[in-house]
């Protein structure tokens, strides 16, 4: 089993920046790749970002490329998502999510581990 817990969230005014951290342990952190999704009140989960247990190669959504970057400490067991450039349309509950797996899992089927999420706000 891994633990997942994320934290960082909070309300940014629209152009602000935020940093997500997601605190992983049970086992060995760096065999996990690791992603980042978002549920939007009424919408389904998507994928934000992802990255290998190695920090390559990473993987982005359209919608966040140029803005979000995710990285990992893997001494710390711990996965960041900094958000800069926040957007209305970027507010919704964070989710990270661990697969045992090489490459970089962008479905959210692909993955097997979830934490409780980390509320962003963002308003317009």
């Known amino acids: 089993q891994v633990q997942l817990v994320e934290s960082g969230g909070g309300l940014v005014q629209a152009g602000g920046s935020l940093r997500l951290s997601c605190a992983a342990s049970?086992?060995?952190?760096?065999?996990?790749?690791m992603g980042w999704f978002r549920q939007a009140p009424g919408k389904e989960r998507e994928f934000v970002a992802g990255i290998s247990w190695s920090s390559n190669p990473t993987a982005y959504a359209d919608s966040v490329k140029g803005r979000f970057t995710i990285s990992r400490d893997n001494a710390k067991n711990t996965v960041y998502l900094q958000m800069n450039n926040l957007k209305p349309e970027s507010a919704a509950v964070y989710y990270c999510?661990?697969?045992?797996?090489?490459?970089?899992?962008?479905?959210?089927?692909?993955?097997?581990?979830w934490g409780q999420g980390t509320q962003v706000a963002v308003p317009s």
């Open positions: 999510a661990a697969k045992n797996t090489a490459g970089v899992p962008t479905t959210l089927k692909m993955y097997d581990y």
């Open positions: 049970g086992r060995t952190f760096s065999n996990y790749a």
